[in-house]
């Protein structure tokens, strides 16, 4: 099974709302950086009926390259989550 790129998640809203696929890119595009901004800021997203957006922030541990077997020490660090909502996950 093929993963879905950005273009034909792009194709695909072009072809539902009547758009032409460079208007639809703009929102899409703009929509996924003001997620990212968003994010950056620290706030979460809630979209009702999909899943929530989110960062979590990881403790500092050690850690080992697989290449050399060196441990390497990982950082405090801040990773974007996202939670599916119930209704998502009924549907897929």
Same mark, same amino acid.
């Given at each position: ?11 695909? $809203?072009? !072809? ?7 208007? %639809?890119?703009? /929102? =899409? ?27 979590? $922030?990881? !403790? ?7 290449? %050399?077997?060196? /441990? =390497? ?20």
């Amino acid at each position: 099974m093929a993963n879905t790129t950005k273009h034909d998640l792009i194709a695909d $809203v072009s !072809k539902c709302t009547g758009l032409t696929q460079a208007d %639809t890119k703009i /929102v =899409v595009e703009e929509l996924l950086e003001t997620i990212a901004a968003i994010l950056e800021d620290g706030k979460n997203i809630e979209i009702r009926g999909f899943g929530t957006f989110y960062t979590k $922030v990881r !403790k500092p541990r050690p850690a080992r390259n697989p290449k %050399t077997g060196e /441990v =390497v020490p990982l950082f405090k660090r801040i990773v974007p989550l996202f939670k599916y909502s119930s209704e998502l996950k009924k549907r897929v």
